[in-house]
């Protein structure tokens, strides 16, 4: 049932959570709580809609690259409209997580990155002689030059890795 009908047919100010008539989202300064499903679920759909925010403000700034080339395909104004829409949308999740209990995720920067790197590390290996074999014959000269290549961009890796595995600090932002 769409939440309009049943505040319609609720009366503005009640609606009907765990089989009984409570307060509506915030209302005298309350928050909802759903029931542990519920929370949990919501939860995950709200911290998807902030994670969609950031994505739509990454791309309207993110540099292309020499092998990722991005087209400049959203104008000016389209990046003003889109920014103010986001804004609007993160206060309507500010507004929701103030009404209803929603649980937040903490989530590790170091482990987010590590894994990244941890990836990309496993897949550039995956190409070092002689998995690149499988996709056929190269000369050898070949297979030893882009070992070298490979070898180097691994060796950037382990070392994105050593700086991430150091730690820091262990507050969250």
């Known amino acids: ?96 997580q103030n009404e209803i209990e929603v649980d937040p995720s903490v989530q590790s920067r170091a482990r987010a990155i590590a894994a990244s790197v941890s990836l990309t590390r496993v897949e550039l290996e995956e190409v070092l002689t002689p998995g690149l074999r499988g996709y056929g014959a190269i000369p050898q000269e070949l297979e030893a030059a882009l070992d070298a290549k490979f070898t180097r961009l691994l060796s950037c890796l382990y070392a994105l890795n050593a700086v991430v595995e150091r730690g820091g600090s262990r507050s969250p932002s």
């Open 1 to 96: 049932m769409r939440a309009s009908v049943l505040v319609g047919r609720l009366g503005r100010g009640s609606s009907i959570i765990g089989g009984r008539r409570s307060l509506i989202l915030g209302e005298n300064g309350g928050k909802v709580e759903l029931p542990e499903s519920h929370r949990r679920v919501v939860s995950a759909v709200l911290r998807r809609v902030e994670v969609t925010c950031n994505e739509v403000l990454d791309w309207l700034v993110r540099p292309g690259g020499d092998l990722v080339q991005l087209s400049e395909d959203v104008s000016e104004d389209q990046k003003e409209e889109l920014r103010l829409l986001i804004g609007r949308l993160r206060r309507e999740v500010l507004r929701v």
